[in-house]
Nanobody, 116 residues
């Protein structure tokens, strides 16, 4: 069984930074990719950033240059460094892991609110 637990969300003012973390536990040795998704009120969940097992990263256009995804070498902690936050970044942020055999796991989500 795999568990993903996010932390680090909160209420911040526009322009400041916030760091989200996702702690992975269980049988995580065969993780292929880890990602951050977000879901804003009334909108569909969207992919924010992904990091592959080999360390390749990708970002949705709206966060490029502001957000950085990273993970430790043991793939036990996934991080999303969010700089220059904007009100349009308000959402529940979810940690996501895809395994080599195709299994997918989600965290419970952490709320990020940005005041203008």
């Amino acid at each position: 069984q795999v568990q993903l637990v996010e932390s680090g969300g909160g209420l911040v003012q526009a322009g400041v930074s916030l760091r989200l973390s996702c702690a992975a536990s269980g049988s995580i040795f065969s993780i292929a990719t880890m990602s951050w998704y977000r879901q804003a009120p009334g909108k569909q969940r969207e992919l924010v950033a992904t990091i592959t097992r080999g360390g390749t990263t990708s970002y949705t256009d709206s966060v490029k240059g502001r957000f950085t995804i990273s993970r430790d070498s043991a793939q036990k902690t996934l991080t999303l460094q969010m700089n220059s936050l904007k009100p349009e970044d308000i959402a529940v942020y979810y940690c996501h892991a895809r395994f080599m055999k195709g299994d997918v796991y989600w965290g419970q989500g952490t709320q990020v609110t940005v005041s203008s």
